[in-house]
């Protein structure tokens, strides 16, 4: 995997999983971001798709960043998530056990990653209320 070059921008694998974890320090990173990056840029699939996810989720912790989920408290933006265990490790291996077990690519809705500053960010009067 280490050879494969990104087929849109040209990036090695290394490259975009840095590109990815630099995100971190304006905005959060969606796991259906991560895994569309290794299926749609690199082509890749089965374990080598599952190691780019690992890999990726790995550097994005090794960065400070925590699984989040969108906020409904109507102060913040997200919401730190607890249930994935305390070592990157075992947050890794969950968060990837959790894409599995569903069966089908994350989407849109399911787990974000962001560091402290970004969910600690608070909504501004022109932000739309959330509603549960």
């Known amino acids: 995997m280490t050879d494969k070059r990104d087929r849109f921008y040209g990036d090695t694998v290394e490259e975009r999983i840095a590109k990815i974890a630099t995100e971190l320090a304006r905005d959060a990173i969606g796991l259906w971001q991560i895994v569309s990056f290794g299926r749609e840029g690199f082509a890749l699939s089965g374990t080598e798709l599952v190691d780019f996810v690992r890999r990726s989720l790995l550097e994005l912790f ?7 989920t969108g906020s409904l408290d109507n102060v913040h933006i997200w919401t730190p998530l607890k249930n994935y265990g305390d ?17 089908r690519d994350p989407d849109f809705g399911g787990v974000w990653f962001a560091v402290p500053q970004v969910y600690e960010e608070k909504r501004t009067a022109s932000m739309p209320a959330k509603h549960g």
């Open 62 to 68: 090794a960065r400070g960043a925590k699984p989040v």
């Open 87 to 103: 070592t990157p490790e075992e947050m890794s291996r969950a968060i990837i056990d959790e894409w599995q077990r569903s069966g």
